[in-house]
């Protein structure tokens, strides 16, 4: 694996963080590693940030990936939601920046767009190719998951 490049995806999330790894060599694009960080709901919210940041310390260290992909927030009905989220995020860019990995940040169009060549595709068609390209029997669960391998497919084709 001395060639190509690991790719972490993460899908940020204070319930759970989806995270995928790939190994990109050229045009082939592989499967490492993938799933969620989870926090329970009833713990103080500080508690879980803290949680979810040594979920991510172990994923860096184990994996060590060359760059991170995140999708960057995209804001719905509840503004408190996604300060919580934010916040969460933030512990994402705080452990991929103490890692040392170049971070890629992409909005929810750039990655569907990426993936399925339409920046408008709805979830299952992500999940569908993502399936696909990384030759998978079935799609990736939970949909966290699979949300942060698409993150990882999109940063695949960037230059650096």
């Avoid at 995928?20 to 799933?35: A, F, Q």
């Avoid at 949680?51 to 994923?59: A, E, K, S």
């Avoid at 767009?113 to 696909?132: F, H, L, W, Y």
Wanted: glycine share 10%.
């Amino acid at each position: 694996m001395a060639e190509g490049r690991l790719i972490l995806g993460l899908d940020p999330g204070y319930g759970r963080m989806g995270f995928g790894v790939i190994y990109v060599e050229g045009p082939n694009i592989e499967l490492v590693d993938y799933g969620v960080a989870t926090t329970t709901s009833g713990d103080a919210f500080e508690n879980r940030l803290l949680h979810l940041g040594n979920d991510l310390h172990d994923l860096f260290e184990h994996h060590k990936p060359h760059a991170v992909a995140i999708e960057k927030l995209f804001f719905g009905k509840s503004s408190s939601t996604a300060m919580n989220v934010a916040h969460a995020r933030g512990v994402a860019l705080l452990m991929a920046a103490q890692s040392g990995a170049p971070v890629f940040e992409f909005t929810p169009a750039q990655i569907k767009k990426a993936v399925t060549g339409d920046g408008k595709a709805n979830k299952r068609a992500i999940q569908n190719m993502v399936k696909q390209l990384l030759g998978l029997p079935k799609i990736p669960k939970p949909d966290d998951a699979a949300d942060a391998l698409a993150a990882a497919i999109c940063a695949s084709n960037k230059k650096w």
